[in-house]
């Protein structure tokens, strides 16, 4: 499905048959250990790098209210991210998943990210636009 905004993807969610909880994995970009000076100057014009993850969490698409929600509640951690990976957790037999049940697809969401297959994810810039990767 092509995400046109964050909000897509909430009312998407929402539409599901099954109830949904979403799984949010937000990362910043960094540079690579000793990094060559091409690397530098792309990381300086905000492409290349490597994405880690700094923060996740779980949420029901009810207790989203919008990207700048999400966003503003992200900051109030403390923590700097540039990036927010997203992926659903589909519910059963009428049922949403609870926190418990999203721990362990959210472990192999961060190692997904950390091992560089995040095609997979709907990712949104700082300002809640979409990114694509190639």
């Known amino acids: 499905m092509m995400l046109s905004d ?4 909430l009312r998407a969610a929402l539409q599901q048959a099954e109830p949904q909880r979403l799984l949010f994995v937000f990362v910043r970009a960094e540079l690579p250990e000793s990094p060559s000076s091409d690397q530098h100057a792309r990381h300086a014009a905000g492409e290349g790098g490597t994405l880690a993850p700094v923060l996740c969490v779980d949420k ?3 207790e989203v ?3 700048a929600a999400l966003a503003a509640e992200s900051t109030a951690t403390g923590v ?3 990036l927010v990976f997203v992926a659903a957790l589909e519910g059963r037999a009428g049922v949403a998943p609870s926190s418990d049940e999203a721990a362990q697809p959210l472990r192999l ?3 997904a990210i950390n091992d560089g297959q995040v095609s997979r994810f709907a990712a949104f810039d700082r300002a809640g636009e979409p ?3 190639y």
Request: proline share 5%.
């Open 6 to 9: 964050f909000d897509g993807l």
């Open 60 to 62: 029901a698409p009810r």
């Open 65 to 67: 209210a919008s990207f």
């Open 80 to 82: 700097a991210w540039d």
């Open 109 to 111: 969401m961060v190692n």
């Open 131 to 133: 990114v694509q990767f």
